[in-house]
């Protein structure tokens, strides 16, 4: 390594407080390092947000994962025990063009009482700056300078880790042109996510739908999760195509056609929601990605994780941030602490 301290005197940055910037995290600072994580967000979790309201909370962005990797599985467990993931058992369908069963049966997680609270948990003995939205990263004599929206620049680290969104990364990843040119090859879809509240239960077995053939894409009783409170609270996911062609729709209409869409696929008669509102998101899924795991330049301090370099989705995301920070431990001659260690 050109960085000159050994590893344990150095300063690491990481920026993103999605899953995968804390699993990197959580790596590195179980090792003893010094370890600053900046999100421009008000706190961690990223496409793993909860959005609270006077109805109850929703899910907004991922709604379940999944654990077939070993070590996921293993962290999924200790969160478990731990009281802040559960087993979502809802029933599933596919529902449109061939209407059946759960298309992709199998163990489903979620976070208790939301998904966030998983990254509250594993975030919590991390140091990390929010509402920090770091615009630049500049290399001065060896050392990296963060640079804030609005503020000075911050102070120097030796390493830094880019754990945002693929095409967010990209200019962030300017440092290391040949990073920035891979990142630049990942797309990721957008999706707008309608979330609804009703004063009665709406009169589908369902719990979460795959649809078919419609301008949606998922549909979950968020309330059917386990340690939700009371309450019937849907989350409805656009499909990326619709999304995509509907980017810039006013708000009202894009709940208006994501929830006559959802009652159409269900056959349902439509029932006008207590509440609706919706979120816009403009980099949700990588519909393309990079199968390396994770970049980094154990010479320059570089590296960059998250869902777009491996399984485009929450496990995936930690399985890249986590490796990420045993190869930059690796590499700095420690050796990682034990996966159990390192799940928070
Ligand atoms: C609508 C939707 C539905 C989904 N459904 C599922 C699902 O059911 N199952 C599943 O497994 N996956 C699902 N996913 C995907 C899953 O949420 C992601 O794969 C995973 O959360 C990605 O984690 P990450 O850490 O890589 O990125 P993120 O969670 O995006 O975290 C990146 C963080 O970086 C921060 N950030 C970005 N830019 C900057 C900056 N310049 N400065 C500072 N901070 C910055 C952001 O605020 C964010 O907190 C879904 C995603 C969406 C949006």
């Known amino acids: 390594m050109s960085t000159r301290k050994p590893l344990s005197d150095q300063r690491i940055a990481i920026v993103g407080a999605g899953l995968a910037g804390v699993a990197c995290g959580r790596v590195l600072a179980g090792a003893g390092l010094h370890v600053t994580v900046f999100d421009k967000a008000r706190g961690a979790g990223g496409r793993m947000s909860t959005r609270r309201t006077d109805l109850g909370p929703f899910d907004h962005g991922a709604q379940y994962f999944t654990a077939r990797d070993p070590d996921f599985r293993a962290a999924v467990l200790a969160w478990q025990s731990e009281g802040v993931v559960a087993a979502w058992t809802g029933r599933i369908e596919r529902v449109g063009a061939s209407p059946g069963p759960d298309p992709s049966p199998g163990e489903r997680f979620v976070g208790v009482p939301g998904m966030s ?16 939205h770091i615009t630049g990263i500049e290399r001065i ?3 990296y300078r963060l640079h804030e929206a609005g503020g000075p620049p911050l102070r120097a680290f030796d390493q830094v880790v880019v754990a945002v969104p693929a095409p967010q990364a990209v200019p962030l990843l300017a440092v290391v042109p040949a990073f920035a040119e891979r990142v630049a090859t990942v797309r990721l879809a957008p999706c ?26 998922f549909a979950a009783r968020d309330s059917s999760k ?9 989350v409805i996911h656009g499909h990326w195509d619709w999304s995509a062609a509907h980017l810039d729709d006013p708000p009202e209409a894009v709940a208006t056609a994501l929830l006559s869409a959802f009652f159409g696929a269900l056959g349902l008669t439509p029932v006008v929601p207590i509440a609706a509102s919706t979120h816009r998101w403009r980099h949700a899924l990588p519909v393309t990605h ?18 777009g370099f491996g399984a485009p989705r929450v496990e995936g995301a930690w ?3 986590t490796a990420l920070g045993r190869a930059m431990l690796a590499a700095g001659g420690m050796v990682s602490p034990a996966a159990a260690a390192t799940t928070g």
């Open 319 to 321: 399985v890249s941030g």
């Open 290 to 307: 990079l199968d390396v795991g994770f970049v980094y330049e154990a010479g320059l301090g570089v590296g960059a994780c998250g869902d």
């Open 226 to 234: 386990p340690g939700r409170p009371a309450g019937e609270r849907w």
């Open 141 to 143: 004599s060896g050392a």
């Open 192 to 217: 707008f996510t309608l979330m609804v509240a009703f004063d009665a239960p709406l009169p589908t077995p369902l719990d979460g739908i795959f649809f078919e053939g419609t301008s949606l894409a």
């Open 117 to 132: 609270a998983l990254l509250r948990h594993a975030a919590r003995d991390l140091q990390i700056c929010y509402e920090t």
